[in-house]
Each structure stands twice: as C-alpha cells, then as structure tokens.
C-alpha cells in the first residue's frame, strides 16, 4: 500500500514538473510568433545599389530624349542632359551606328553621358555638386597603317571597290594622281597600290579614314606615284621626284562613280536632241554626294539659273572662274560674297535644270572662256626644299607598297587592305587630306 502511495507521488511530481515547463515556455513561444509576424510586416534591409554602364549603338529614328526615358529618367531630368548636351554640340541629331554611353550610380541615377557627335569629336555630360557640366572633346582614334592593291577590270572606282579601299581613299587617289594619270583612259589590266590611315574609335567602330600616304597606279605606257611628305612645316604631296603633286585647282571636284560626260565642241543633247557644244565635265554619282570647291574663291552664283538648275559658281581670282549645276541643293549659309576653301562642300549631286539623271556639271573659265578642266594646267609644280630628307621618307613608303601582297591576275575576289603597321592612341581632328 505504501509503495502505492509513493508511485503515486512521484507520477504527480512528473505531471507536475512538465506542467510547469509547458507553462514556462508559452510566453517564449508567443514571442516567436509576435517577432515572425513582426518580420513580415517590417521591410527587407535594403542594399546599396551598384554603379552599371550601359553602351548603345543608335538605330535609325532614336532620339535622344527617348533613349533616356527608355534608361529610366523623368521627363524633366531627360529634358536637363538634353540641354545640357547641346550646349557642347550646337547641332545635335543622333546619327545611326554612332555610339552614347551612360554611366548610372543607381537606377535612373545617371551620372554621365558620353556621345561620339561625327568621326571627330565627342560630347561629355557629368554631373557634379553645380549640377550638369557638358564639353567636348577631340575624340579617341586608333590608327594603324594599311595597304591594298588591285587590277582595273573594268573601271578603276570598281577595282578599288573590290580591293576593299574606302571611298574616301579612293576619291583621295584621284585627287593625288590625277595630275599625273588620266583616269578618263585607264585600261584592263592596269595595276593600283596605296597606303592610308586606317581610323577606329576606341569603342571597335570604324571611322572615316585619315590620309593617303602613298600612292601608284601602273599601266602599259607608264606609271604614276605620289608620296605624302611633312618637311617639317605642313605636310604635302609630291611626286617621285619630290615635285610637289597639290595644284592650285582639284580636277575631279566630287566623289564620282565615273566620267558620263566629257568636254565637247559637239555633243548630241540627250533632252533637247541636238547637237551642241559640252563646255564642261558630268561626273555621274549618287544624289546627295558632297561637291566640293576646287579652289579658294568667292561665291558668284548660289541659286537656280535656268537649265543649269541649282548651280553654284566660284570667282577664284586671277580670271579663273568654276561653276558646279545640277545640285540637289546648296550649301547651307552659301551666298554671293561667301568665300571658301578648298575642298569645301558647295552642294550636292541632284538632277534639277535641263539633266537627264543625277550627276554633277563641272565648268572652268577663264577671263570667260571655257576651259576643259581635265586637261587644263592653271599653276606650275615646285619642288621639296629639302630633296635628300624626301627621298628618305620615299623609300621608307615605298617599302610600305612593296609589301602589300600582289592579287592574282584571274579574275579579283573581293579582299580586304593589309595591316602594315601600328599608330599610337591620338586625339585629334581627323588627318588633314589633300582636299582640305
């Protein structure tokens, strides 16, 4: 009976204990689910958010007030780095393949805008403790030397195509050897090398080429070669002998595609169906295509005159007059007393006036006279001052054209130019060419 009793006592002590424990830990419990509750409700810790740059290649119909929206930026901030933006960039029109970078410190925190504007400059927007500041700046090239060399098929401006030289270059070449080779004559066969800057933004995107620095086009009958050649004052372009290439006038005064017209005391108008005389040059060419000044001079004419529809015409002095018909349109800002540059933009190629197709007319006077201006010579060639220091640098080039590798003699494939050296990261304008 006692043991009884005392099982008894000890199961109640046990219930007891255990009473206490669950009794004791309610509160605890409580608490727990007070504090998970608690958590839900209270926001999640917030992380300092990470500087992001964001690299956009434009695409055709963006703009810039767009594009920022699109990165997150209010109306009124897209608005501030617009105008802050135009203030470097007088004129800014977002151009396609041209590059912007944003630079974020947060989301639609944006810190700074980078625009490479042309093949020249770019715009830099920063933010600091004043607010928006906005420069510009030349823009970041790297250059390297390249050559190529072709065989004419059929024309020269396809062969150079073919070879992968740029039109720019190609157009250069014609500047340069024109003096010394008739483009008018050249034949299957015939045989062209070249030597140029080849310019590339820091971002991988290729620009504008720089300058020839040296050229040569080779046919049955004879060969012509034209070197570029810095004696230490400016830099020029001279021939083998060191006689200098640069004429007071361009021969071929836009980016042709090929001679659909020459000089003529007698020509069949195509429009009016007669014979009459040609008193100039048709360069055929794609509509918009630049036409630049080929000399210094003074506007004359800026404006429609008859059939020679939208024509510009150049006082150069000395009796010598050029006029350029047919334009598309004028210059902006051209007008009778202008003066300009050589190798300065006057128009470009349209069809309006008395013309059949798109193409530039090209005239040259002289004390009212015409002039064929492919064969006319208005200023005698000098020679380099120094002929020992030249012929150093001319052999120096001409290692540059004898290692670009020869096409073969069937049929061309298309190629790409030889890389031939490397040119340190520069900032600058862009190299300055014979027609500047």
Known sequence: MRSIRTRFAITAVHVAVGVYVILCALPATAGVRRAHRASRRAPAPTVAPSARAVRHVVRRGETLDGLL????????????????MRTAAVTLQLAPDHVLSFQFAGPGHLNQLTYDVDDQTQVIVERDANGLRARSEPLAVIASVV????????????????????????????????????FRHVRAGDRFRVVY???????????????VLAAEIRGARRTAQAFYYDDGVEGMYVDESGRL??????????????????????????????????NGVDFAAPPGTPVRAASDGVVMIAGRNGDFGNQVALNHGRGIVTAYSHLRAIARGLRPGTAVRQGQVVGFVGQTGLATGPHLHFSLFHDGQYLNPLTARVSLRRLVSDPQRFQAAKQSLLVQLASIERPPTAAPVESRPVALAALPVVRRPAPVAITQ
């Not at 980016?255 to 005389?277: A, Q």
């Open 147 to 182: 050559g190529a060399q072709g065989v004419v098929e059929k024309n020269f401006h396809l062969a150079a195509l073919r070879a992968g030289i740029p039109d720019r270059i190609i157009s250069q070449m014609a500047d340069i050897l024109g003096w010394q080779y008739d």
């Open 245 to 278: 290439l640069a004429q007071s006038f361009l021969r071929y005064p836009v980016e042709f595609t090929r001679v659909s017209s020459v000089f003529s005391d007698s020509r069949f108008h195509p429009i009016l169906k007669r014979k009459r005389p040609h």
């Open 69 to 84: 929206r699109a990165q997150g930026l209010g109306r009124r901030d897209a608005a501030a780095w617009h105008a802050a």
């Open 197 to 211: 800057e080849r310019r590339v933004s820091r971002d991988g995107r290729v620009l504008t080429p720089g300058r």
